[in-house]
Structure formats: C-alpha cells, structure tokens
C-alpha cells in the first residue's frame, strides 16, 4: 500500500464503515425521512448495507469493478426505496469506470466517483438545490478534486469532501424539495435536512476513515 | 399482443389493479407481469425484479411499463439497463389504476403500442369528465367517402361505464371504419370510438340518446354493429 493509492481493502474497507455509520444513525435517517418522506431511509440503508457486506465480506472480489459491481446490484435489489436504484447506480458507475484494477490511485477515484456522480443525476434528475443527495454529493467531489490538486495526498483529499459534504448537507435544510416523496410536501419539506444528503455525508465520512492516514 | 408491466411498492396494491383491469377483459387477456415490492415483504421495488417481469413477456409487440411512483419510476428506468429482450420497452406516465386498465383493455383487442401508449396517457380524461373538467383535445373530425349515423338511446341501466365502453372498443376491431359517439342528450362528444377513455368521458347515462357517426369503407357495417350492442343494453340488460 502506498500513500497514493486506495487499495481493494481500503475501498471494502470504506463500505464497511459506510454500513457502520447508517447502522448507527439508523433512526436519526429515518427520522429525518419522516419528516419529509416516507420514513424508511434509515432502515432501508440499512439493510441495504448488511446485504451488501454480507456479499462481499465472503470474499472473491479480485478487483475494483467485480467490487463495486456487487455493492450495486446489492443495494438495487435489497433497498427498496428510491436510495436502492439511486446509490445502486452510484457504485455500479463507480465499478464500470475503475474496471479491473486492485488499487485506485487519486486520479482514477475521483474518475469513478465523477463518473458515479454522472449515474446519479441521469437516475434521479437531480440538480443543485434541489434537496437532495446531490448537494452533499457534487460538492464532495469537487473538494476531494481541488485537494488532489493542490498537490495533497488520498487521505486529506478524502477528508476535505467529508467537510464539504457535511456543508453541503447542512445547506439542505432551507431548501424546498423538488424531486422525490419530499417534493409533495412542496415548501413544507423547508426547515429539515435531507436524509439523503445526510446518508451521503456519511459516505464521505466512511470514506475519508478508511483513507485515513495511520 | 403487447404485455403489460406492473410496477408498485405494493404487490397487493398491484395484485389489485390488475384484478381490476382483468374484470374487463374476459378469456382473453393480454400478457401482465407483475414486478412489486423488494425483498421479503419489503414495500418498495427492485430493478431486476421489473427487468425479470419484462423479459418474461416481452414479445416483438413490446411492453409498456406502469409505476406507481417515487422508486418505481427510478427502479423501471433502471431496469431497462437490465432487460436482456429486444422487442420495445416503454415506460408510461399514465396514472396507475386509470392507465392500467386503459391498456389491458386496449391491449386484449390487439391495440399496438403507439395506440396503447397513447390511450394511457390520456387516461385521465374519463375522471375530468365525470367531475365536468375541461377535457383537452377537440372533437374528432370525421370525413370521408363512406358516411354513416345512427342515433340509439341508451337502454341498459348503467350507460355507457367501462364494460360497454370496452365492448364498443373491442367491437371496432377490424372495421375499416373510423367511428365517433356523442351524446345528444346532455351535449358531450364527438369522442373517438376506438377510445375507452373517450367514450367513458362522455358520462353516457340510461336514457341518453347518443349518435354513432362513421365514415371509411365499412362505415355501415361498423356503426350498425354499434346499433345492435346499444340495442342490446351492452348484455347488460336484466335476465340478458
């Protein structure tokens, strides 16, 4: 493992914590998702993530597409509510584009990522501002860019989307929903953070722990 | 025939739909698949599952693909990533219950997708009617060589609902005949008469007198067929 690079246990290791932290903020997701949805973002990202790690925590996954291949279909067929199709494409984007590497270097995750990004906002037809996980989402991904650009390392690039995801998800709050279940409550969803902004923060959070440095 | 997909977070709000539909159709239903729910008795809906509904009917007909909202527009949209057919998939903006059985019925009489499709989408029509919304599109221009009219009260007890209205649509299959029902009585019309939504926006009542009006080649034979199911009360008429 070099400094530079984020190797397949890192990235296992990154869904790992990413099931960790929805397992421990189930109920607070799901809050959240009461107030302004249908209630399960909690419990179905949840089960979503036990499904996928108990997938892969078997092992076979010999490289980064076969990975994230896995994690998606996963989530697409255990979730059940709109986060299954949406992080479903997230990680399948993500697996397709790396394709059959062992390790990522900054270049070629943030491609992945991009390219994730891309798969969610063609699924979802989300754009900035419409509360949603796309604004903790894009803004993470443009940290972690400007970070590997100015000459930092996996581990600090990770950390600074954790920060802009977090940022981006607190900026929900205000926002009027317009796309999902939020949307029917129209300027009612105003005054609470989307849950799925705060699911991807978390992402972000998993993320920048497994790249930790140490 | 086209096949026709079901997608809902509910399988028992799919089950139920598609009963619904089916009431309407008789012996001869057009291929359904229902792809509702994720997991054990989740409520929700799954991508492979809709691929797998798909791709067990799928026919060079094509399918056209009902969601009832939220995830299962996602999850229908998803699937057609997964689908390993190669006839046509559609999606539908229809609403749910409206649309569905809009399409069963269309689709029992050998309706293409473009036709079914289209009749989904204006499913709605028939509730504006009933509830006296304006309903878009103008009346239908009839002209042509063979011309015929024929005007009939209504004698079975619940007019013109949506078993007559599918009885009318699955009676002009076949006629080279373009047809339009109005209804004298209380002004509405003309519809197309190939249109289940159309002819249920009418809100045709026992008593009404409604006008067939025809044109094409087999505009007579057409509009008498029409005559005699009026006539008929439909099968509707007690002790028929």
Redesign the interface.
């Known amino acids: 493992m070099t400094a530079g690079t984020a190797s397949l246990d890192q990235l296992t290791d990154w869904l790992s914590r990413f099931r960790d932290l929805v397992t421990e903020q189930q109920s607070y997701l799901t809050e959240l998702d009461s107030a302004i949805g249908d209630a ?1 973002h909690g419990s ?1 990202m949840t ?1 979503g993530m036990n499904a996928v790690m108990e997938k892969i925590g078997a092992g076979g996954a010999g490289a980064v597409d076969e990975l994230f291949k896995s994690v998606g ?1 996963t989530l ?11 992080y ?2 997230f990680f399948l984007r993500i697996g397709m584009t790396a394709g059959a590497a062992t390790a990522l270097d900054g270049t070629a995750l943030s491609a992945a990522m991009r390219a994730g990004l891309e798969g969610v906002v063609a ?2 037809k989300a754009e900035a501002g419409d509360k949603t996980m796309f604004d903790a989402m894009a803004p993470a991904l443009d940290a972690f860019d400007a970070s590997l650009a100015a000459g930092d390392d996996l581990a600090a690039a990770s950390s600074a989307a954790f920060t802009a995801a977090v940022a981006g998800r607190d900026a929900t709050e205000p926002l009027t929903a317009r796309k ?2 939020a949307s029917y409550l129209g300027e009612r969803s105003a005054g609470h953070l989307d849950p799925g902004a705060t699911s991807t923060a978390l992402l972000f959070e998993a993320l920048a722990g497994a790249l930790a440095k140490g | 025939m086209i096949g026709i997909v079901v997608v809902s977070h509910s399988p028992r709000l799919a089950q139920a739909t598609v009963e619904l539909a089916l009431e309407m159709v008789g012996d001869n239903p057009p291929p359904i698949a229902i792809a509702a729910g994720a997991g054990d008795g989740i409520i929700g809906t799954d991508a492979t599952k809709v691929a797998a509904a798909i791709d067990e009917i799928s026919s060079p007909d094509g399918v056209l693909v009902f969601m009832d909202l939220g995830s299962a527009v996602l999850s229908a949209t998803m699937a057609l990533e997964f689908t390993s057919t190669h006839g046509e998939v559609r999606l539908s903006d229809a609403p749910f219950v409206e649309g569905i059985i809009a399409a069963v019925v269309l689709a029992a009489v050998g309706a293409s997708l473009d036709e079914v499709e289209r009749e989904a989408h204006g499913a709605m029509d028939a509730k504006r009617g009933q509830l006296d919304h304006s309903v878009p599109g103008g009346p239908v221009v009839v002209s042509g060589a063979g011309e015929a009219t024929a005007d009939e009260r209504l004698v079975n007890p619940d007019g013109l609902h949506s078993r007559p209205a599918a009885a009318i649509v699955k009676a002009l299959v076949g006629f080279d005949a373009k047809l339009t029902i109005s209804d004298l009585t209380n002004g509405k019309g003309p519809v197309n008469a190939a249109s289940l939504i159309g002819i249920m926006s009418l809100g045709a009542k026992e008593g009404d007198v409604i006008r067939i009006s025809g044109s094409g080649a087999e505009a007579h034979a057409a509009v008498e067929a029409l005559r005699t199911l009026a006539a008929d009360g439909f099968g509707e008429l007690p002790g028929s």
């Not at chain 1, 067929?77 to 986060?83: H, I, L, N, Q, R």
Request: proline share 5%; no cysteine; hydrophobic share 25%.
């Open positions: 399960d179905n089960r279909m697409v067929t255990s979730v059940g509510g709109a986060s299954g199709p949406l479903g494409t699924r979802g999902g279940r």
